[in-house]
């Protein structure tokens, strides 16, 4: 099977790091993009700015997105992810430590595909990393233009 992309939105390199640990011990074929702040993934994903060049690549397949970021807000990535039809169905995971419930029925009232409160515990990070990429990488059916 071909890689499987994905789009990991994080300002904390220590959560970064995290991430990309779990990610490689899933075993699965990923490619995998970074950006640290919500001003830098809308570029991304946008293809705007420094990601100009990006407007014509394919989008990722799911974006693993923190809700507490510098510059732009992950609620406001999202809601203008929504509002943009280049965005508008991609999969979005929020991962964060955030679990007030404001902020679970404000990402889902704005088109959250999922919430998901970050672990402590780093075994248990691994495995809802491992079934969050599972599921939305390999069982989840996209259009052909995430291929």
């Not at 490689?24 to 946008?46: C, H, N, P, S």
């Not at 407007?55 to 974006?63: D, F, G, I, K, S």
């Amino acid at each position: 099977m071909p890689k499987s992309h994905l789009l990991v939105v994080e300002d904390n390199p220590d959560d970064e790091a995290l991430t990309l640990r779990a990610l490689q011990k899933t075993g699965l074929d990923l490619a995998v993009d970074i950006v640290r702040d919500g001003a830098e993934a809308l570029d991304y994903l946008l293809g705007e700015g420094a990601y100009a060049e990006r407007a014509t690549q394919p989008l990722p397949q799911m974006v693993l997105l923190d809700l507490k970021l510098i510059k732009v807000s992950g609620l406001e990535v999202l809601k203008r992810m929504r509002a943009h039809p280049r965005t508008s169905i991609v999969p979005v995971v929020i991962l964060t430590t955030s679990t007030e419930d404001r902020d679970v029925v404000a990402c889902y009232s704005n088109g959250a595909n999922s919430y998901v409160p970050k672990p402590v515990n780093f075994d248990e990070f691994v495995q809802q990393i491992d079934h969050l990429s599972r599921y939305w990488l390999k069982l989840n059916r996209m259009p052909s233009e995430f291929a």
